[in-house]
């Protein structure tokens, strides 16, 4: 694929010299100090890591390449017809920084549509898994399973160490092609009967998408926008940094993404999304369909709290306002979902849950995530199957996470290997032993 590859390689060229030197001249300037409660508290805050394919500010939100949600939103060409962006761009912008023309957008879906076929082996074994099984062990299942496809694990050897990022980026455009028809499959065998609704070659990925789910518009629209909401969010959250952390031993793309699956499952992160789904499918049952007013949504609240559990879709461990991927979907919601019962229950929980919170004085964010609104746009949409919610997150987050990995490999970012202390030298650090 000349275009983006070209470009991609021009731009590595040009920033390699960039890391060179902050590493050869100034490797031992500071730049954090490390206390007790970060190293015990998850390594919160800690400045460890680098990207500049994503920035997280605590009161502003994601930046994509140094663009706000809105304005990506509203500078990506958009697909013929729909409100929303191509996916195929926003990845472009993800792995140059630069904005696509609709030149580049064809070249990238032309190379995705070529690539998206997936092996039947992929279905067989994701047919002999029990039906119960959750969606996210299938999807990291069915990636982890196409390994041997991986042109770097084949390659590796023959490899200069310069050029591992283009195998990476080949593995890449292959996994992330699969990956909307993985996820498709997955929800129509697991929900819908077995009966697969195949790719339509014409289609951008949202599009192809939203027609393997069996979804009419705008489902299209609410699948982009899905997607690229859902992409990065710098490197320290769990999923894109277990993905950086197996790539960094140089697993390929295809391990790295199964184990960024894995980190996604987990109820704190991705799988929130369901948990938000799940917990107002509970208040409902237990108001005998009714949908609560506020005062018993105060007492659901608290009662959640009460029982040691965490309000999903709420609080986050680096921002400190309001998510932006939540008013995204926020604004989406009121021009679409005006007057639908959950989506009123959600805005409801928007007024209730943060002077809650506040008032129980733990959680630092206070206000909604990405989570809270997401499931209530597939839940209208007809995908009330809200275990399969974390799949969509994973295919957005993919993107993400094989544009760091690219990059990293790109700059040489070494075997990841933070240092551990034992409980006693924390105490002598401390002053107390
Ligand atoms: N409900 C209840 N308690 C909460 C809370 C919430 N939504 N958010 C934070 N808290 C609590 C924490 O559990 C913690 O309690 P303890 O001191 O008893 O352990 C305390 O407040 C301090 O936590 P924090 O520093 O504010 O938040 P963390 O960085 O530790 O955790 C997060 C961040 C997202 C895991 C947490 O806010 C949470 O559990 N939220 C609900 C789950 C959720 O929505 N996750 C999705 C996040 C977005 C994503 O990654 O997809």
Not at 314 to 333: I, N, S
Not at 372 to 390: K, L, P
């Amino acid at each position: 694929m000349a275009g983006l590859k070209d470009k991609l390689y021009s731009k590595i060229q040009e920033w390699r010299p960039r890391t060179t030197r902050l590493l050869k001249e100034y490797g031992d300037v500071k730049v954090d100090d490390v206390t007790i409660s970060q190293i015990i508290g998850g390594m919160r805050d800690i400045k460890c890591l680098t990207t500049d394919i994503s920035y997280l500010d605590p009161m502003e939100g994601i930046r994509f390449r140094g663009f706000t949600i809105p304005e990506v939103l509203e500078k990506l060409p958009k697909v013929p017809g729909s409100e929303m962006p191509y996916v195929e761009g926003f990845y472009y912008l993800l792995l140059t920084g630069d904005l696509p023309t609709d030149e580049d957008i064809k070249e990238v879906a032309g190379e995705f549509r070529k690539r998206q076929d997936v092996p039947l082996y992929v279905i067989d074994i994701l047919r002999t898994m029990p039906r119960d099984t959750h969606p996210m062990t299938m999807l990291s299942a069915a990636v982890v399973a196409m390994q041997r496809e991986s042109i770097f694990a084949r390659d590796y050897h023959k490899l200069n160490k310069m050029d591992y990022w283009d195998a990476t980026y080949e593995d890449s455009l292959n996994l992330l092609a699969k990956l909307p028809q993985i996820a498709a499959y997955i929800y129509r065998m697991k929900y819908k009967g077995d009966t697969i609704i195949y790719p339509d070659k014409e289609l951008d990925m949202g599009g192809n998408f939203a027609h393997m789910m069996g979804i009419d518009t705008p489902y299209d629209d609410i699948s982009r926008l899905y997607f690229i909401l859902h992409s990065d969010h710098e490197s320290g959250n769990v999923s894109a940094h277990t993905g950086h952390l197996i790539a960094s031993a140089l697993s390929d793309i295809y391990y790295a993404t199964s184990g960024m699956i894995n980190g996604l499952a987990g109820p704190l992160h991705g799988l929130a999304n369901q948990e938000v789904l799940a917990w107002i499918q509970d208040v409902i049952h237990s108001m005998d369909g009714k949908i609560p007013n506020e005062e018993e949504m105060k007492t659901f609240v608290w009662n959640t709290l009460k029982s040691g559990k965490v309000i999903p879709g709420f609080g986050h461990a680096v921002l400190r306002k309001t998510d932006p991927r939540y008013t995204a979907q926020r604004e989406f919601c009121l021009k679409y979902l005006q007057g639908d019962p959950i989506f009123k229950f959600v805005d409801l929980l928007y007024k209730v849950v943060p002077p809650i919170l506040l008032e129980q004085g733990k959680a630092k964010n206070p206000w909604p995530n990405v989570d809270a609104q997401s499931g209530v746009i597939q839940w209208y949409y007809g995908v009330r199957e809200y275990d399969f919610y974390t799949v969509m997150f994973a295919v957005g987050r993919a993107l993400g996470v094989t544009a760091n990995i690219i990059w990293g490999r790109a700059l040489g970012y070494p075997l990841e290997r933070p240092k551990s202390l034992t409980t006693e030298m924390l105490e002598k650090a401390a002053g107390i032993v």
